[in-house]
C-alpha cells in the first residue's frame, strides 16, 4: 500500500517557525524547575477528600432515588471514577434496563427526578431536570449544585473505565473539549494522552513532560492524511481497513501491547469534531506548543514564574480548590 502525502509524512508545509521546540532542546534544568512548579497547578485541580466524599455522597443518592423507584441498577463512569475530573466537573451514570424500552426508562428517570425537585424534604437538592433527546438518550440534572448526566445501557461507557483503568493515564482538560459544541469528547482525549503514553513512555518524567508532548505531537500532525489509534497513526486512503504508519523516530517499545489491544472494538472518537472546530483545535495545538515551548527555554530562575503566569486562568478558576493565594506575575 502505497504512503498517504507527501514529504515527510507528519509536517505540515511551511509551518516549522510557527512550532513549539523540540522536546530535546528543554535543559534538564528547566524540566526539573518547571515540573516541580507545575505541582501546585495539579494542587488546584486534582481531586480531595472532600470532592470525593461529596460525589460518593450524590452518586450514593441517585442510585438509591433510581432503583428504589424503578428497580434498576446505576453505575458511575467517565471521570468520576477515573479520578480525572475537574472541580467543577460534572458526574456521568448510567442506567440498566431493557434495552426495548430505552426512551421510556429514560423519561421514567426524569419523572423520578422531577417529582424529588418538588420535595421540601427531599435529602438533598436536585434542579433542572431535564430530558435531551439525542442519539444517547440522557437526563441532565443538577444536584448539590453539582451536573449530573444519566444515560441509558451505556455498556461502552463501562467498558472504556475498565480499559483505561487498566491503561491508566492522567489527563489536563482545555477549552477544547464538549462534544454537544462540536469539539473533542472526553473519551477522545483520554485516548489521545493514552496514544502520547504508549509512544513516548520512557521518556515522560512528570505531567508537564506529558503535556508538552502532547502538544508538540499533534502540532506537528498530519490531520489532512492520518488519523490516530493506540496502534500509531493510521492512513486515512485506508479505511475501513486499519493501516498503521509508526513515525520513523519512534523507536522504543510500546507501553500497550498487540494483544492487550486486540479485542478492543474500532470507534471513531473524532466524529463529535465539526470541520471548522478542527481547524480551531489544530491552531491551539500548535499555539499551545509553542507558548509553552518558550516558557521552557526561559531561563531556569524564570521557569516557576512564567508557569504560574502560563497556567493563571486554571489557577484562578480553581483557587479556593487548592486552599492557597497564588502571587500571579504579571
Given at each position: 500500500?502505497?504512503?498517504?502525502?507527501?514529504?515527510?509524512?507528519?509536517?505540515?508545509?511551511?509551518?516549522?517557525?510557527?512550532?513549539?521546540?523540540?522536546?530535546?532542546?528543554?535543559?534538564?534544568?528547566?524540566?526539573?524547575?518547571?515540573?516541580?512548579?507545575?505541582?501546585?497547578?495539579?494542587?488546584?485541580?486534582?481531586?480531595?477528600?472532600?470532592?470525593?466524599?461529596?460525589?460518593?455522597?450524590?452518586?450514593?443518592?441517585?442510585?438509591?432515588?433510581?432503583?428504589?423507584?424503578?428497580?434498576?441498577?446505576?453505575?458511575?463512569?467517565?471521570?468520576?471514577?477515573?479520578?480525572?475530573?475537574?472541580?467543577?466537573?460534572?458526574?456521568?451514570?448510567?442506567?440498566?434496563?431493557?434495552?426495548?424500552?430505552?426512551?421510556?426508562?429514560?423519561?421514567?428517570?426524569?419523572?423520578?427526578?422531577?417529582?424529588?425537585?418538588?420535595?421540601?424534604?427531599?435529602?438533598?437538592?436536585?434542579?433542572?431536570?431535564?430530558?435531551?433527546?439525542?442519539?444517547?438518550?440522557?437526563?441532565?440534572?443538577?444536584?448539590?449544585?453539582?451536573?449530573?448526566?444519566?444515560?441509558?445501557?451505556?455498556?461502552?461507557?463501562?467498558?472504556t473505565l475498565c480499559f483505561l483503568e487498566q491503561a491508566w493515564c492522567a489527563?489536563?482538560?482545555?477549552?477544547?473539549?464538549?462534544?454537544?459544541?462540536?469539539?473533542?469528547?472526553?473519551?477522545?482525549?483520554?485516548?489521545?494522552?493514552?496514544?502520547?503514553?504508549?509512544?513516548?513512555?520512557?521518556?515522560?518524567?512528570?505531567?508537564?513532560?506529558?503535556?508538552?508532548?502532547?502538544?508538540?505531537?499533534?502540532?506537528?500532525?498530519?490531520?489532512?492524511?492520518?488519523?490516530?489509534?493506540?496502534?500509531?497513526?493510521?492512513?486515512?486512503?485506508?479505511?475501513?481497513?486499519i493501516f498503521v504508519e509508526m513515525p520513523d523516530y519512534i523507536s522504543n517499545?510500546?507501553?500497550?501491547?498487540?494483544?492487550?489491544?486486540?479485542?478492543?472494538?474500532?470507534?471513531?472518537?473524532?466524529?463529535?469534531?465539526?470541520?471548522?472546530?478542527?481547524?480551531?483545535?489544530?491552531?491551539?495545538?500548535?499555539?499551545?506548543?509553542?507558548?509553552?515551548?518558550?516558557?521552557?527555554?526561559?531561563?531556569?530562575?524564570?521557569?516557576?514564574?512564567?508557569?504560574?503566569?502560563?497556567?493563571?486562568?486554571?489557577?484562578?478558576?480553581?483557587?479556593?480548590?487548592?486552599?492557597?493565594?497564588?502571587?500571579?506575575?504579571?
Amino acid at each position: 500500500m502505497g504512503s498517504c502525502g507527501n514529504g515527510n509524512r507528519f509536517e505540515m508545509e511551511n509551518d516549522w517557525e510557527f512550532w513549539g521546540p523540540d522536546p530535546s532542546e528543554v535543559t534538564e534544568d528547566c524540566w526539573a524547575v518547571a515540573e516541580e512548579a507545575i505541582k501546585e497547578v495539579v494542587n488546584c485541580v486534582h481531586p480531595t477528600l472532600d470532592t470525593e466524599e461529596k460525589r460518593k455522597d450524590v452518586i450514593d443518592y441517585v442510585q438509591r432515588l433510581i432503583r428504589c423507584s424503578l428497580g434498576c441498577e446505576v453505575f458511575p463512569y467517565g471521570s468520576v471514577p477515573l479520578k480525572t475530573y475537574l472541580p467543577d466537573g460534572d458526574i456521568d451514570l448510567t442506567v440498566f434496563g431493557s434495552a426495548i424500552i430505552e426512551d421510556t426508562l429514560a423519561r421514567d428517570v426524569l419523572a423520578v427526578l422531577q417529582e424529588e425537585e418538588l420535595k421540601e424534604n427531599a435529602e438533598y437538592d436536585v434542579k433542572d431536570p431535564q430530558f435531551i433527546d439525542a442519539e444517547v438518550k440522557l437526563v441532565k440534572c443538577i444536584v448539590q449544585n453539582t451536573v449530573i448526566d444519566i444515560s441509558i445501557n451505556q455498556l461502552g461507557g463501562l467498558c472504556t473505565l475498565c480499559f483505561l483503568e487498566q491503561a491508566w493515564c492522567a489527563i489536563m482538560k482545555s477549552r477544547l473539549l464538549g462534544a454537544h459544541h462540536g469539539l473533542i469528547s472526553t473519551y477522545a482525549l483520554e485516548t489521545l494522552v493514552l496514544f502520547i503514553f504508549q509512544l513516548f513512555h520512557s521518556s515522560l518524567n512528570g505531567p508537564l513532560a506529558v503535556l508538552y508532548r502532547f502538544l508538540d505531537f499533534l502540532q506537528k500532525f498530519d490531520w489532512d492524511n492520518y488519523c490516530i489509534s493506540l496502534n500509531g497513526p493510521v492512513c486515512k486512503s485506508s479505511l475501513p481497513e486499519i493501516f498503521v504508519e509508526m513515525p520513523d523516530y519512534i523507536s522504543n517499545e510500546l507501553l500497550l501491547s498487540e494483544e492487550f489491544l486486540r479485542n478492543r472494538k474500532n470507534n471513531n472518537l473524532g466524529r463529535s469534531v465539526s470541520r471548522g472546530n478542527l481547524y480551531r483545535i489544530q491552531r491551539a495545538f500548535k499555539y499551545g506548543a509553542r507558548k509553552l515551548g518558550d516558557v521552557l527555554l526561559s531561563p531556569s530562575d524564570k521557569v516557576a514564574d512564567k508557569i504560574k503566569k502560563f497556567f493563571a486562568n486554571t489557577i484562578e478558576r480553581h483557587r479556593l480548590n487548592c486552599g492557597l493565594i497564588y502571587n500571579i506575575p504579571a
